[in-house]
């Protein structure tokens, strides 16, 4: 298996998993992948945020944990952490941000996703944001 961090025309990043390279451009070929956030079918791979490589011929520690485990639970755990102390507002990021800032709503913590002219217009307005790459949740298959 293998893991791209991909990218629609509306510039909302997402990760998906595949077989191997050739599933991967077979589907994207096929036009059947699809954003989660928006449902474009115009995708793009981009570079991943994060990679990590542990030597292969590492040993374990005597409880059975490796160093690639104990990162993957670090990354879960910061996950669950920004899951249970922030607001998901989804695709309205830029705009709840420009709420809070101006004091039409009350501030809060939040997370979700914004285009790149949403950042460039919150950076320009002296909003201060931090892009964390988020593994994505798998989601129930929808019904036809």
């Given at each position: 298996?293998?893991a791209?961090?991909?990218?629609?025309?509306?510039?909302h990043?997402?990760?998906?998993?595949?077989?191997?390279?050739?599933a991967?451009?077979e589907?994207?070929?096929?036009?059947?992948?699809?954003?989660?956030?928006?449902?474009?079918?115009?995708i793009n791979?981009?570079?991943?945020?994060?990679?990590?490589?542990?030597?292969?011929?590492?040993?374990?520690?005597?409880?059975?944990?490796?160093?690639?485990?104990?990162i993957?639970?670090?990354?879960?755990?910061?996950?669950?952490f920004?899951?249970k102390h922030?607001?998901?507002?989804?695709?309205?990021?830029?705009?709840e941000?420009?709420?809070?800032?101006?004091?039409?709503?009350?501030?809060?913590?939040i997370?979700?996703?914004?285009?790149?002219e949403e950042?460039?217009?919150?950076?320009?307005?002296?909003?201060?944001?931090?892009?964390i790459?988020?593994?994505?949740?798998?989601?129930?298959?929808?019904?036809?």
């Amino acid at each position: 298996m293998i893991a791209f961090d991909l990218c629609c025309n509306q510039d909302h990043t997402f990760e998906a998993w595949f077989q191997d390279r050739k599933a991967f451009k077979e589907q994207l070929g096929k036009g059947l992948i699809e954003c989660p956030v928006c449902g474009s079918r115009k995708i793009n791979k981009v570079p991943s945020a994060v990679a990590v490589h542990i030597k292969g011929n590492s040993k374990p520690k005597q409880d059975g944990s490796t160093a690639n485990q104990a990162i993957v639970e670090l990354l879960h755990e910061a996950y669950e952490f920004i899951e249970k102390h922030t607001e998901d507002v989804g695709p309205a990021f830029a705009e709840e941000a420009l709420k809070m800032h101006y004091g039409v709503t009350e501030e809060r913590s939040i997370r979700g996703v914004a285009t790149k002219e949403e950042e460039k217009m919150l950076e320009k307005n002296g909003i201060k944001f931090s892009k964390i790459p988020v593994p994505v949740k798998k989601q129930k298959k929808r019904g036809h």
